[in-house]
C-alpha cells in the first residue's frame, strides 16, 4: 500500500474540506501516487479519481416518527411532561388559537349569511371578551338564541 497522505492532504485543500473527507477510487492509487503536484490532483479530481465524501448526518427518521406518534397522542402522558401547563403551552398562545378559530367561524357564518351584520358584531364583542370557550361553544349559543338566519329567509333577502 503506498503513502499518498501528500496528495490526500492536497486534494483536501483543494476541495475545501477535512483530510477524512477525501475519497480516493481504490483502482486508480498508481495514478494518484504518481500526482506530486497541485495541478496532477486538480486532475484527478476532474476526472473523478478523488472526490469529497459527503457529510456524515444525524438521521431525523427517529424525531419524524416520535412526532407522528405524539400527534395521535401517544407519550404525552404525564411521566413525559417536564413543564407545568403554561410552560407547555402559555396562556396567551392558548387564547390566540382560540379566538383566531372564534373570529375566524363568525366571519364565515356572517359571509354565509347564516348570521346578520348586527349579530356578528354582538358575538365578536363577546368572544374578545372570553365567553365563549370554542368554535363549539360558540355554535351551541347561537343555536340556544335562535340567532341563525334560516334559509327561507335568506332566499327571501336575495329576492
Known sequence: ???????????????????????????????????????????????????RKQKKGVSRGRARERMRKRKKGRGRGPGSRKGAEYARLPRKRRWIMRIRALRRRLRELRDEKKIDRHSYRILYRRAKGGMFKSVAHLEEYIKTNNMLIEAESREAGKK
Open 1 to 51: 500500500m503506498t503513502n499518498l497522505s501528500k496528495q490526500r492532504r492536497m486534494a483536501a485543500e483543494i476541495l475545501k474540506v477535512g483530510v477524512g473527507r477525501v475519497w480516493i477510487d481504490p483502482e486508480a492509487m498508481e495514478d494518484v501516487a504518481a500526482a506530486i503536484t497541485r495541478e496532477d490532483v486538480r486532475k484527478l479530481i476532474g476526472e473523478g479519481v478523488i472526490r
